[in-house]
Protein backbone atom coordinates (compact mmCIF):
# COMPACT_ATOMS: atom_id res chain seq x y z
CA UNK A 1 0.00 0.00 0.00
CA UNK A 2 1.26 3.26 -0.96
CA UNK A 3 0.78 6.87 0.41
CA UNK A 4 0.54 9.52 -2.87
CA UNK A 5 -0.48 12.81 -1.56
CA UNK A 6 -1.43 16.74 -1.76
CA UNK A 7 -5.05 17.85 -0.38
CA UNK A 8 -6.37 16.99 2.41
CA UNK A 9 -10.44 16.09 2.76
CA UNK A 10 -12.04 19.19 3.92
CA UNK A 11 -13.40 17.92 7.11
CA UNK A 12 -9.69 17.46 8.71
CA UNK A 13 -8.84 20.72 7.33
CA UNK A 14 -11.92 22.21 9.14
CA UNK A 15 -11.32 21.04 12.31
CA UNK A 16 -7.93 22.74 12.58
CA UNK A 17 -8.64 26.20 10.65
CA UNK A 18 -8.62 29.03 12.73
CA UNK A 19 -11.28 31.66 11.67
CA UNK A 20 -13.31 34.40 13.79
CA UNK A 21 -16.56 34.28 11.60
CA UNK A 22 -18.95 37.09 12.06
CA UNK A 23 -22.35 35.64 11.28
CA UNK A 24 -24.75 38.49 10.21
CA UNK A 25 -28.32 39.74 10.34
CA UNK A 26 -30.02 40.08 7.19
CA UNK A 27 -29.62 43.69 5.41
CA UNK A 28 -30.32 45.98 2.75
CA UNK A 29 -28.18 43.56 0.49
CA UNK A 30 -29.53 40.11 1.37
CA UNK A 31 -28.44 37.48 3.99
CA UNK A 32 -25.24 37.28 2.88
CA UNK A 33 -23.57 40.21 3.18
CA UNK A 34 -21.29 40.41 6.52
CA UNK A 35 -22.59 42.97 9.05
CA UNK A 36 -20.87 46.65 8.96
CA UNK A 37 -19.50 45.69 5.57
CA UNK A 38 -17.11 48.40 3.75
CA UNK A 39 -19.48 48.64 0.57
CA UNK A 40 -18.93 51.56 -1.85
CA UNK A 41 -19.50 52.41 -5.25
CA UNK A 42 -16.22 51.29 -6.54
CA UNK A 43 -14.63 52.40 -10.55
CA UNK A 44 -12.32 49.90 -12.14
CA UNK A 45 -9.16 49.40 -9.79
CA UNK A 46 -5.68 50.95 -11.32
CA UNK A 47 -3.39 48.18 -12.88
CA UNK A 48 0.16 48.19 -11.98
CA UNK A 49 2.57 49.95 -14.65
CA UNK A 50 4.33 47.08 -16.90
CA UNK A 51 7.56 48.26 -18.71
CA UNK A 52 6.81 46.11 -21.38
CA UNK A 53 5.16 46.48 -24.58
CA UNK A 54 3.74 43.17 -26.59
CA UNK A 55 4.55 42.96 -30.25
CA UNK A 56 1.67 44.02 -32.59
CA UNK A 57 -1.06 41.14 -32.94
CA UNK A 58 -0.51 39.68 -36.68
CA UNK A 59 -1.94 36.57 -36.51
CA UNK A 60 -5.10 34.38 -36.79
CA UNK A 61 -8.58 36.41 -36.44
CA UNK A 62 -10.66 35.40 -33.52
CA UNK A 63 -13.91 34.04 -35.53
CA UNK A 64 -11.65 31.65 -37.16
CA UNK A 65 -9.56 30.31 -34.55
CA UNK A 66 -12.79 29.66 -32.63
CA UNK A 67 -13.77 27.71 -36.08
CA UNK A 68 -10.64 25.78 -36.12
CA UNK A 69 -11.21 24.93 -32.56
CA UNK A 70 -14.64 23.96 -32.71
CA UNK A 71 -13.73 21.64 -35.97
CA UNK A 72 -9.92 20.37 -34.82
CA UNK A 73 -9.46 20.20 -31.63
CA UNK A 74 -11.06 18.20 -28.26
CA UNK A 75 -14.49 18.74 -27.86
CA UNK A 76 -13.44 19.31 -23.54
CA UNK A 77 -14.56 22.02 -22.41
CA UNK A 78 -11.46 23.37 -20.83
CA UNK A 79 -11.14 27.10 -21.79
CA UNK A 80 -12.13 29.68 -19.18
CA UNK A 81 -14.67 32.48 -19.81
CA UNK A 82 -17.88 33.03 -21.74
CA UNK A 83 -15.69 34.21 -24.57
CA UNK A 84 -11.99 32.44 -23.93
CA UNK A 85 -9.23 34.74 -24.20
CA UNK A 86 -6.84 34.18 -27.30
CA UNK A 87 -3.18 35.22 -25.63
CA UNK A 88 -0.56 36.48 -27.90
CA UNK A 89 2.26 37.27 -25.14
CA UNK A 90 3.72 37.08 -21.51
CA UNK A 91 6.49 39.22 -20.12
CA UNK A 92 7.43 37.94 -15.99
CA UNK A 93 3.80 38.15 -14.51
CA UNK A 94 1.72 40.24 -17.24
CA UNK A 95 0.24 38.42 -20.36
CA UNK A 96 -1.54 40.60 -23.27
CA UNK A 97 -4.16 39.13 -25.56
CA UNK A 98 -4.81 39.40 -29.08
CA UNK A 99 -7.01 42.51 -28.63
CA UNK A 100 -4.17 44.64 -26.70
CA UNK A 101 -5.45 43.91 -23.06
CA UNK A 102 -3.39 43.31 -20.56
CA UNK A 103 -3.81 40.75 -17.58
CA UNK A 104 -2.16 40.16 -14.41
CA UNK A 105 -1.31 36.43 -14.15
CA UNK A 106 -2.18 35.01 -10.74
CA UNK A 107 -3.08 31.75 -11.84
CA UNK A 108 0.46 30.92 -13.89
CA UNK A 109 -1.07 28.68 -16.61
CA UNK A 110 -2.29 26.19 -14.00
CA UNK A 111 0.65 26.89 -11.59
CA UNK A 112 3.37 26.09 -13.77
CA UNK A 113 4.96 29.49 -14.50
CA UNK A 114 7.60 29.73 -11.60
CA UNK A 115 10.04 32.51 -12.77
CA UNK A 116 7.63 34.83 -14.92
CA UNK A 117 6.70 34.14 -18.75
CA UNK A 118 9.43 34.08 -20.81
CA UNK A 119 12.35 35.35 -18.34
CA UNK A 120 15.06 36.67 -20.12
CA UNK A 121 17.21 34.53 -18.73
CA UNK A 122 15.55 31.33 -19.63
CA UNK A 123 14.24 32.38 -23.00
CA UNK A 124 18.61 32.99 -23.88
CA UNK A 125 19.69 29.84 -22.36
CA UNK A 126 16.79 27.94 -24.43
CA UNK A 127 17.72 30.30 -27.35
CA UNK A 128 21.27 28.87 -27.14
CA UNK A 129 20.83 25.50 -26.78
CA UNK A 130 17.98 24.97 -29.47
CA UNK A 131 21.03 26.34 -31.45
CA UNK A 132 23.47 23.72 -30.74
CA UNK A 133 21.42 20.51 -29.97
CA UNK A 134 17.50 19.68 -29.47
CA UNK A 135 17.19 16.17 -28.88
CA UNK A 136 19.04 13.28 -28.59
CA UNK A 137 17.52 10.33 -26.33
CA UNK A 138 18.97 9.29 -23.30
CA UNK A 139 20.71 6.36 -24.68
CA UNK A 140 23.52 8.66 -25.15
CA UNK A 141 25.34 11.07 -22.61
CA UNK A 142 24.82 14.93 -23.36
CA UNK A 143 25.92 17.71 -20.57
CA UNK A 144 22.82 19.36 -19.94
CA UNK A 145 20.98 16.48 -19.16
CA UNK A 146 24.49 15.34 -16.10
CA UNK A 147 24.44 19.06 -15.14
CA UNK A 148 20.94 19.28 -14.49
CA UNK A 149 21.01 16.21 -12.19
CA UNK A 150 23.66 16.69 -10.29
CA UNK A 151 21.59 20.46 -9.70
CA UNK A 152 18.32 18.80 -8.90
CA UNK A 153 20.05 16.15 -6.56
CA UNK A 154 21.61 18.73 -4.36
CA UNK A 155 18.45 20.26 -3.98
CA UNK A 156 16.97 16.78 -2.27
CA UNK A 157 17.78 15.07 1.06
CA UNK A 158 19.58 11.83 1.40
CA UNK A 159 18.50 9.22 0.33
CA UNK A 160 16.94 10.88 -2.59
CA UNK A 161 19.20 11.20 -4.81
CA UNK A 162 17.99 8.91 -7.78
CA UNK A 163 16.39 11.00 -10.73
CA UNK A 164 13.95 9.63 -13.67
CA UNK A 165 13.22 12.43 -16.42
CA UNK A 166 9.98 12.28 -17.88
CA UNK A 167 7.64 15.12 -19.63
CA UNK A 168 4.67 15.91 -17.68
CA UNK A 169 3.40 15.65 -13.75
CA UNK A 170 0.56 12.99 -14.91
CA UNK A 171 3.70 10.49 -16.56
CA UNK A 172 5.86 11.32 -13.19
CA UNK A 173 2.98 9.99 -11.26
CA UNK A 174 2.34 7.09 -13.53
CA UNK A 175 5.96 6.31 -13.11
CA UNK A 176 6.00 6.78 -9.23
CA UNK A 177 2.82 4.23 -9.00
CA UNK A 178 5.16 1.79 -10.52
CA UNK A 179 7.95 1.94 -8.78
CA UNK A 180 5.80 1.84 -5.38
CA UNK A 181 4.20 -1.17 -6.44
CA UNK A 182 7.44 -2.82 -7.74
CA UNK A 183 9.25 -1.99 -4.67
CA UNK A 184 6.22 -3.37 -1.86
CA UNK A 185 4.57 -5.88 -3.97
CA UNK A 186 1.69 -3.97 -3.19
CA UNK A 187 -1.08 -2.81 -5.54
CA UNK A 188 -3.27 -0.16 -3.37
CA UNK A 189 -2.55 3.45 -3.77
CA UNK A 190 -4.09 5.47 -1.19
CA UNK A 191 -4.93 8.83 -1.92
CA UNK A 192 -7.25 11.83 -0.77
CA UNK A 193 -10.73 12.81 -1.55
CA UNK A 194 -11.30 16.42 -3.88
CA UNK A 195 -7.68 14.80 -5.29
CA UNK A 196 -6.10 15.58 -8.82
CA UNK A 197 -2.95 13.79 -10.03
CA UNK A 198 -3.47 13.55 -13.40
CA UNK A 199 -5.61 12.56 -16.82
CA UNK A 200 -3.99 9.22 -17.75
CA UNK A 201 -5.19 6.03 -16.92
CA UNK A 202 -3.36 5.22 -13.98
CA UNK A 203 -3.87 8.67 -12.53
CA UNK A 204 -7.09 8.82 -13.22
CA UNK A 205 -7.61 6.27 -10.36
CA UNK A 206 -6.25 8.59 -8.07
CA UNK A 207 -8.46 11.41 -9.25
CA UNK A 208 -11.24 12.44 -7.27
CA UNK A 209 -12.68 15.44 -9.12
CA UNK A 210 -15.85 14.73 -9.94
CA UNK A 211 -15.60 16.53 -13.77
CA UNK A 212 -12.35 14.63 -14.39
CA UNK A 213 -13.98 11.30 -13.35
CA UNK A 214 -14.85 8.49 -15.93
CA UNK A 215 -17.73 6.17 -15.96
CA UNK A 216 -16.18 3.21 -17.23
CA UNK A 217 -13.74 1.16 -14.81
CA UNK A 218 -10.03 2.32 -14.35
CA UNK A 219 -6.69 1.98 -12.47
CA UNK A 220 -8.03 -1.06 -10.27
CA UNK A 221 -6.45 -1.14 -6.30
CA UNK A 222 -6.56 2.57 -6.08
CA UNK A 223 -8.40 4.71 -3.45
CA UNK A 224 -8.91 7.91 -3.82
CA UNK A 225 -7.14 15.84 -2.58
CA UNK A 226 -7.29 19.60 -7.03
CA UNK A 227 -9.70 20.68 -4.12
CA UNK A 228 -8.26 24.21 -3.71
CA UNK A 229 -4.86 24.14 -2.12
CA UNK A 230 -6.32 22.79 1.86
CA UNK A 231 -3.30 22.43 4.01
CA UNK A 232 -2.78 19.36 6.12
CA UNK A 233 -2.94 19.65 10.02
CA UNK A 234 0.00 19.65 12.03
CA UNK A 235 1.44 16.18 12.77
CA UNK A 236 -1.10 14.71 10.32
CA UNK A 237 1.55 13.68 7.47
CA UNK A 238 4.10 12.04 9.82
CA UNK A 239 0.95 9.85 11.15
CA UNK A 240 -0.25 8.23 7.80
CA UNK A 241 3.77 7.76 6.88
CA UNK A 242 4.15 5.96 9.65
CA UNK A 243 0.98 3.71 9.42
CA UNK A 244 1.58 3.25 5.64
CA UNK A 245 5.35 2.16 6.44
CA UNK A 246 4.08 0.13 9.10
CA UNK A 247 2.11 -1.98 6.40
CA UNK A 248 5.06 -2.29 4.16
CA UNK A 249 4.14 0.46 2.07
CA UNK A 250 5.79 3.53 0.28
CA UNK A 251 4.72 6.85 0.74
CA UNK A 252 4.66 9.53 -2.70
CA UNK A 253 4.95 13.02 -2.54
CA UNK A 254 3.21 14.85 -5.09
CA UNK A 255 5.50 18.44 -5.65
CA UNK A 256 4.12 19.07 -9.05
CA UNK A 257 2.26 22.20 -7.75
CA UNK A 258 4.33 22.50 -4.15
CA UNK A 259 7.88 22.31 -5.30
CA UNK A 260 10.91 24.74 -5.95
CA UNK A 261 10.49 27.27 -3.16
CA UNK A 262 6.44 27.96 -4.40
CA UNK A 263 5.69 27.89 -0.81
CA UNK A 264 8.68 29.85 0.82
CA UNK A 265 9.16 28.76 3.89
CA UNK A 266 10.73 25.43 2.26
CA UNK A 267 11.72 24.16 -1.10
CA UNK A 268 9.62 21.44 -1.12
CA UNK A 269 6.19 20.88 0.52
CA UNK A 270 7.26 17.69 2.25
CA UNK A 271 9.95 19.46 4.40
CA UNK A 272 7.20 21.77 5.96
CA UNK A 273 5.74 18.47 7.77
CA UNK A 274 8.83 17.50 8.39
CA UNK A 275 8.56 13.84 6.51
CA UNK A 276 10.72 12.25 3.69
CA UNK A 277 8.75 10.49 1.07
CA UNK A 278 10.34 7.20 -0.28
CA UNK A 279 9.13 9.16 -3.79
CA UNK A 280 9.00 12.67 -4.95
CA UNK A 281 7.31 13.75 -8.17
CA UNK A 282 7.61 17.28 -9.64
CA UNK A 283 6.69 18.82 -13.03
CA UNK A 284 5.12 22.44 -14.03
CA UNK A 285 7.54 24.99 -12.39
CA UNK A 286 10.27 22.56 -12.98
CA UNK A 287 10.77 23.88 -16.34
CA UNK A 288 8.59 26.89 -16.17
CA UNK A 289 6.09 26.11 -18.59
CA UNK A 290 8.47 24.02 -20.62
CA UNK A 291 7.49 20.26 -21.02
CA UNK A 292 9.30 18.48 -18.65
CA UNK A 293 9.21 16.52 -15.58
CA UNK A 294 10.92 13.90 -12.97
CA UNK A 295 10.38 10.98 -10.29
CA UNK A 296 13.10 10.87 -7.55
CA UNK A 297 14.01 8.14 -5.15
CA UNK A 298 16.30 6.36 -3.47
CA UNK A 299 18.58 4.04 -4.76
CA UNK A 300 16.88 0.78 -3.49
CA UNK A 301 13.33 1.83 -4.76
CA UNK A 302 15.16 2.56 -8.53
CA UNK A 303 16.70 -1.10 -7.98
CA UNK A 304 13.21 -2.46 -7.56
CA UNK A 305 12.08 -0.90 -10.73
CA UNK A 306 15.00 -1.82 -13.13
CA UNK A 307 14.42 -5.43 -12.14
CA UNK A 308 11.00 -5.44 -13.31
CA UNK A 309 10.93 -3.77 -15.90
CA UNK A 310 13.49 -1.51 -18.40
CA UNK A 311 12.04 1.69 -18.37
CA UNK A 312 13.27 3.98 -21.18
CA UNK A 313 11.37 7.98 -22.14
CA UNK A 314 12.43 9.28 -25.97
CA UNK A 315 11.71 12.56 -25.04
CA UNK A 316 12.99 12.59 -20.93
CA UNK A 317 16.47 14.40 -20.09
CA UNK A 318 16.56 15.80 -23.46
CA UNK A 319 19.05 18.64 -23.95
CA UNK A 320 16.69 21.39 -24.63
CA UNK A 321 14.53 20.47 -21.20
CA UNK A 322 17.50 20.03 -19.33
CA UNK A 323 18.92 23.53 -20.10
CA UNK A 324 15.97 25.00 -19.53
CA UNK A 325 15.78 23.53 -15.93
CA UNK A 326 18.88 24.16 -15.24
CA UNK A 327 18.23 28.08 -15.91
CA UNK A 328 15.10 27.77 -13.84
CA UNK A 329 16.92 26.78 -11.10
CA UNK A 330 19.71 29.85 -11.23
CA UNK A 331 16.95 31.87 -11.56
CA UNK A 332 15.07 30.97 -8.60
CA UNK A 333 18.54 31.05 -5.95
CA UNK A 334 19.69 34.53 -8.24
CA UNK A 335 16.49 36.18 -7.61
CA UNK A 336 15.99 35.01 -4.02
CA UNK A 337 11.94 33.69 -5.17
CA UNK A 338 11.57 31.43 -2.65
CA UNK A 339 12.16 34.29 -0.11
CA UNK A 340 9.88 36.03 -2.56
CA UNK A 341 7.03 33.31 -2.36
CA UNK A 342 7.72 34.00 1.60
CA UNK A 343 7.49 37.63 1.77
CA UNK A 344 5.03 38.13 -0.38
CA UNK A 345 2.87 35.64 -0.20
CA UNK A 346 2.32 36.05 3.62
CA UNK A 347 1.42 39.65 2.97
CA UNK A 348 -1.05 38.20 0.13
CA UNK A 349 -2.74 35.66 2.36
CA UNK A 350 -3.32 38.11 5.28
CA UNK A 351 -4.35 40.70 2.35
CA UNK A 352 -7.12 38.43 1.01
CA UNK A 353 -8.15 36.71 4.57
CA UNK A 354 -9.40 40.18 5.20
CA UNK A 355 -12.26 39.11 2.73
CA UNK A 356 -13.42 36.30 4.56
CA UNK A 357 -14.50 38.61 7.55
CA UNK A 358 -16.13 41.38 5.33
CA UNK A 359 -18.06 38.95 3.01
CA UNK A 360 -20.15 35.76 4.48
CA UNK A 361 -20.13 34.35 0.82
CA UNK A 362 -16.31 33.88 1.66
CA UNK A 363 -16.20 30.68 3.44
CA UNK A 364 -12.78 30.37 4.02
CA UNK A 365 -9.17 31.67 2.64
CA UNK A 366 -6.36 29.30 3.49
CA UNK A 367 -2.78 28.69 1.67
CA UNK A 368 1.06 28.84 2.04
CA UNK A 369 3.25 30.88 0.19
CA UNK A 370 2.10 31.69 -3.43
CA UNK A 371 -0.39 29.06 -2.70
CA UNK A 372 -4.05 30.73 -1.81
CA UNK A 373 -7.47 28.95 -2.14
CA UNK A 374 -10.59 31.07 -1.44
CA UNK A 375 -13.59 29.19 -0.81
CA UNK A 376 -16.79 30.38 -2.01
CA UNK A 377 -19.90 29.56 -0.07
CA UNK A 378 -24.04 30.48 0.31
CA UNK A 379 -23.03 31.84 3.83
CA UNK A 380 -21.38 30.47 6.36
CA UNK A 381 -23.89 29.21 8.71
CA UNK A 382 -24.84 26.31 5.54
CA UNK A 383 -21.40 26.59 4.09
CA UNK A 384 -23.00 25.19 1.35
CA UNK A 385 -21.03 25.81 -2.32
CA UNK A 386 -21.65 28.56 -4.15
CA UNK A 387 -24.02 27.74 -7.40
CA UNK A 388 -20.88 27.46 -10.41
CA UNK A 389 -23.19 30.39 -12.10
CA UNK A 390 -22.29 32.64 -9.22
CA UNK A 391 -18.76 31.40 -9.36
CA UNK A 392 -18.42 32.06 -12.92
CA UNK A 393 -19.69 35.51 -12.99
CA UNK A 394 -16.68 36.64 -9.99
CA UNK A 395 -14.19 35.22 -12.55
CA UNK A 396 -15.74 36.78 -15.37
CA UNK A 397 -15.76 40.17 -13.82
CA UNK A 398 -12.61 39.55 -12.02
CA UNK A 399 -11.03 39.32 -16.06
CA UNK A 400 -12.81 42.21 -17.25
CA UNK A 401 -10.81 44.66 -14.72
CA UNK A 402 -7.77 42.63 -15.75
CA UNK A 403 -6.91 39.52 -13.28
CA UNK A 404 -6.67 35.65 -14.00
CA UNK A 405 -7.25 33.83 -11.17
CA UNK A 406 -7.95 29.55 -11.60
CA UNK A 407 -10.52 27.58 -10.13
CA UNK A 408 -10.48 24.51 -8.23
CA UNK A 409 -12.59 22.37 -5.65
CA UNK A 410 -14.95 19.34 -5.89
CA UNK A 411 -17.75 22.03 -7.04
CA UNK A 412 -15.28 24.11 -8.77
CA UNK A 413 -16.45 26.60 -5.71
CA UNK A 414 -12.76 27.75 -4.84
CA UNK A 415 -10.47 30.28 -6.42
CA UNK A 416 -6.99 29.23 -7.21
CA UNK A 417 -4.38 32.00 -6.57
CA UNK A 418 -0.80 30.96 -7.41
CA UNK A 419 1.08 34.09 -9.50
CA UNK A 420 4.81 33.60 -10.76
CA UNK A 421 7.21 34.21 -7.95
CA UNK A 422 8.39 37.00 -9.08
CA UNK A 423 5.09 38.78 -7.94
CA UNK A 424 5.11 42.21 -6.29
CA UNK A 425 3.03 43.45 -3.25
CA UNK A 426 1.91 46.18 -5.25
CA UNK A 427 0.94 43.59 -7.82
CA UNK A 428 -0.90 41.79 -4.88
CA UNK A 429 -2.67 45.03 -3.83
CA UNK A 430 -4.51 45.43 -7.14
CA UNK A 431 -5.89 42.01 -7.37
CA UNK A 432 -7.02 42.42 -4.05
CA UNK A 433 -8.97 45.36 -4.95
CA UNK A 434 -10.31 43.65 -8.34
CA UNK A 435 -11.57 40.45 -6.21
CA UNK A 436 -13.08 42.94 -3.97
CA UNK A 437 -14.97 44.85 -6.29
CA UNK A 438 -15.46 41.49 -8.17
CA UNK A 439 -17.27 40.50 -4.77
CA UNK A 440 -19.28 43.25 -4.44
CA UNK A 441 -20.76 43.84 -7.71
CA UNK A 442 -21.82 40.24 -6.98
CA UNK A 443 -23.33 41.75 -3.84
CA UNK A 444 -25.43 43.98 -5.69
CA UNK A 445 -26.47 41.66 -8.57
CA UNK A 446 -27.68 39.48 -5.75
CA UNK A 447 -29.55 42.41 -4.27
CA UNK A 448 -31.54 42.92 -7.22
Known amino acids: MALAWRNLPKAFYLETSLRSLQMCPSSSLGASWISGSRLTLHTKPSMPSCDFSPEPYQS ?85 MHEYAEKLSALLPEPLKVIFLVNSGSEANDLAMVMARAHSNH ?13 SPYTLGLTNVGSYKVDFPSAMGCRSGVNGFVQYPKEFLKKAFALVRERGGVCIADEVQTGFGRLGSHFW ?16 GIGNGFPMAAVVTTPEIAKSLTKCMHHFNTFGGNPLACAIGSAVLEVIKEENLQKNSQEVGTYMILKFAELREEFDIVGDVRGKGLMIGIEMVQDKTSRQPLPKTEVNQIHEDCKDMGL ?28 FEVFRTALIQHMERRSK
Open 269 to 284: GFQSHDVLPDIVTMAK
Open 187 to 199: TDIISFRGAYHGC
Open 404 to 431: LVGRGGIFSQTFRIAPPMCITKQEVDFA
Open 60 to 144: LPYSRAREIHKQHISPVETAYFQKPLMLHQGHMEWLFDSEGNRYLDFFSGIVTVSVGHCHPKVTAVAQKQMGRLWHTSSVFFHPP
